[in-house]
């Protein structure tokens, strides 16, 4: 179960703002894209899951994630999803985003956990299309902050994100440096995926 505190910016001012703010804490940033697949019969989403292939794409060495999500709940600003991930040859992701029948082949415990617990059939998988995401990561009061800027073909949301098991704790901290600071924010009230579903933000 992953359980990230998700808080919405409003816009690109307030994005660079936050980045300026957080800038003597900054690690590092992934420039990823993401892509999404379900069963040709719709055997994930009618389970409410999705697999995701995720690429961080910096420099010449790409790194690729395969991730399964299932049953995620946003209630107050707090995400909850169930999450399975494992590294994938990104030469082997690319090849499933070019051609996702490929993904029945791929030797993968992930892969093999979405074909065989979703019972996807003969048909395979599908793909869904996709989105970028720019991620800065800073260390800061002793948790991970991610800040997003994410680029759908309709728009473009700022998020920040951090991963935690107090997630109230940190939702307040967070929400008393923005207040400090003058940055508007509201809770995230749909996940990055449900946006790109929706075709619209939210």
């Known amino acids: 179960m992953e359980v990230e505190v998700k808080l919405r910016l409003p816009d690109s001012s307030a994005h660079?703002?936050?980045?300026?703010?957080?800038?003597?804490?900054?690690?590092?940033?992934h420039h990823q894209r993401n892509t999404f697949f379900d069963g040709a019969a719709g055997e994930l989403s009618s389970r409410r899951a999705v697999l995701r292939l995720r690429f961080y794409e910096n420099s010449e060495n790409v790194k690729c994630m395969v991730c399964l999500?299932?049953?995620?709940?946003?209630?107050?600003?707090?995400?909850r999803v169930e999450e399975d991930e494992e590294e994938l040859d990104p030469k082997i992701g690319y090849e499933c985003?070019?051609?996702?029948?490929?993904?029945?082949?791929?030797?993968?415990?992930?892969?093999?956990?979405?074909?065989?617990?979703?019972?996807?059939?003969?048909?395979?998988?599908?793909?869904?299309?996709?989105f970028k995401n720019v991620r800065n990561v800073f260390e800061w009061?002793?948790?991970?902050?991610?800040?997003d800027e994410t680029m759908y073909d309709f728009g473009t949301c700022y998020e920040i994100e951090c991963e935690s098991l107090e997630p109230e704790k940190v939702k307040a901290?967070?929400?008393?440096?923005?207040?400090?600071?003058?940055?508007?924010?509201?809770?995230?009230?749909?996940?990055?995926?449900?946006t790109f579903r929706a075709g619209k933000l939210p």
Do not use: W
């Open 173 to 194: 901290m967070i929400e008393a440096f923005l207040k400090d600071n003058d940055i508007d924010y509201s809770y995230s009230e749909v996940s990055k995926f449900a």
């Open 141 to 147: 009061c002793g948790v991970e902050l991610e800040v």
């Open 97 to 130: 985003v070019s051609n996702p029948r490929k993904l029945m082949e791929v030797d993968s415990r992930v892969l093999k956990r979405a074909r065989e617990e979703f019972h996807v059939g003969e048909e395979g998988f599908i793909g869904l299309g996709g």
């Open 16 to 29: 660079q703002k936050v980045l300026s703010l957080f800038s003597s804490h900054h690690k590092k940033t």
């Open 69 to 79: 999500k299932a049953k995620a709940v946003i209630i107050d600003g707090v995400s």
